[in-house]
């Protein structure tokens, strides 16, 4: 569902309705043209998901406005106040269902990642919402790096989480590596983190890829999973992060 088009037609609509005498004054082609269009495209977004509420769209967007003539050569639009009424509780809806679901989802996401990601993701830009997620995860485990071998190289992307949570020598472990469950455990993280960073990290360098608000979503999901990992690891590992000294 993309509230910022819910967003931007229902104050295309309200700021009509806000009009002075707004029953009885007559609105532009364009207002028309850009308002049915709008519902048409909020309607088969939330087809799948919502289809009571995207049938009373399609069912009210021709009805919004009426022709008046005034003579046989003049004629002009006014709102059909009943419908538009109707088509503006609509809105109000969806937009209640958005807020309430992106607030409730958001606690689930690990406050690294929201920190980044969520006033992005909010905004619409869900492309960017992703790749910061996967930044930050970067960002944390080359800072690792530093405080274990605060004198070499840091490596960088899929490198940095190979070496940091190496099946052989990790410097960060997910759990005790004395057993085949536990090396099963580390290698399958390293191999999730380091194929998140090659795969996921930034997704505008990947061709023919459109990040829209689920996909954002998932991966938002699977960043925060990884983070509350590396929590994990950082604590069974008896490391304190800078940040932490710094709080």
């Not at 009509?16 to 709008?38: K, M, Q, W, Y």
């Not at 490198?159 to 099946?167: E, G, L």
């Not at 608000?213 to 800078?242: G, N, P, T």
Request: charged share 25%; aromatic share 8%.
């Amino acid at each position: 569902m993309d509230i910022n088009k819910i967003n931007t037609v229902y104050c295309w609509m309200r700021n009509l309705t806000n009009r002075p005498n707004a029953v009885n004054t007559p609105v532009s082609n364009t207002d028309v043209t850009c308002i049915r269009e709008g519902l048409l495209l909020i309607a088969k977004d939330i087809e799948r998901t919502k289809p009571v509420l995207s049938n009373q769209l399609m069912s009210v967007k021709d009805n919004l406005f009426m022709e008046v003539r005034q003579n046989w050569t003049l004629a002009y639009i006014l709102i059909n106040p009943f419908v538009f009424g109707q088509a503006i509780e609509v809105l109000d809806i969806l937009r209640a269902q958005n807020f309430n679901t992106e607030d409730d989802w958001w606690h689930f996401i690990h406050p690294r990642i929201a920190k980044v990601s969520k006033k992005l993701f909010l905004d619409g830009s869900y492309a960017n919402s992703a790749c910061d997620a996967y930044i930050e995860i970067n960002d944390r485990v080359k800072k690792l790096f530093h405080i274990l071998r605060p004198n070499e190289k840091i490596p960088d992307g899929d490198a940095a989480m190979k070496i940091v949570f190496s099946t052989n020598t990790p410097l960060v472990e997910f759990c005790d590596r004395s057993t085949e469950s536990g090396n099963n455990t580390q290698k399958g993280f390293m191999e999730m983190l380091a194929g998140a960073m090659s795969a996921l990290r930034n997704p505008k360098a990947h061709a023919n890829i459109t990040i829209d608000h689920d996909d954002a979503m998932r991966r938002l999901m699977f960043a925060s999973m990884l983070m509350y990992k590396i929590d994990e690891a950082v604590l069974y590992s008896k490391i304190i992060e800078l940040s932490e000294l710094s709080e």
